[in-house]
């Protein structure tokens, strides 16, 4: 049986925020982190398949020049009929039974890239495992939460912060599973 965890791995804003209002996250691009990649890479290493929402996918394509995931299965939870894309599956599965499949098939841990509506519903249905947070030295003042108005409470244990360049990651584990 494999041990692979849900993980949330996201940058958030000092006030809260993963994204501008519309989507965007050019407010991440300037950020010092000493040169590094700010843990990216290792962390990445770690991950099997990839798991966002639309609204996010949409924005990662507006970013890259190509899309930075096509090495690992992903998967983009969307309620709207798509067209094919190259490196992705479109879904509507319900999480409660996609994501318990996902854990079992990948090869690394399931990476819930966003957004905050997702990670509602993720919360709601008691799939995240663990919660990778980096803050980013910056107040936005509006934007889009990492936790939405309406999500779930639920209770996570903080096991490590590290200082990376200008930022804090914080990593925190579920005691609910």
Known sequence: MKNNKVVLYIAMSLDGYIARLDGSVDWL????????DGGYGEFY???GTVIMGRLTYDEVLLLADEFPYADKPCYVLTRSQQAPAPHVTFTDEALTTLI?????TSEGDVWLVGGGQLVGDFLAANLLDELQ???IPKVLGEGIP????????ST???????KIG????LI?????N
């Open 29 to 36: 691009m300037d950020v010092e982190a000493d040169g590094g």
């Open 45 to 47: 290493k770690t991950v």
């Open 100 to 104: 318990p499949r996902l854990k079992l």
């Open 133 to 135: 947070i980096t803050i």
């Open 146 to 153: 990492l936790f939405p108005q309406g999500t779930v409470p």
């Open 156 to 162: 996570f244990h903080l096991t490590h912060i590290q």
């Open 166 to 169: 200008q930022m804090a990651s």
């Open 172 to 176: 925190y584990k579920s005691i609910e």
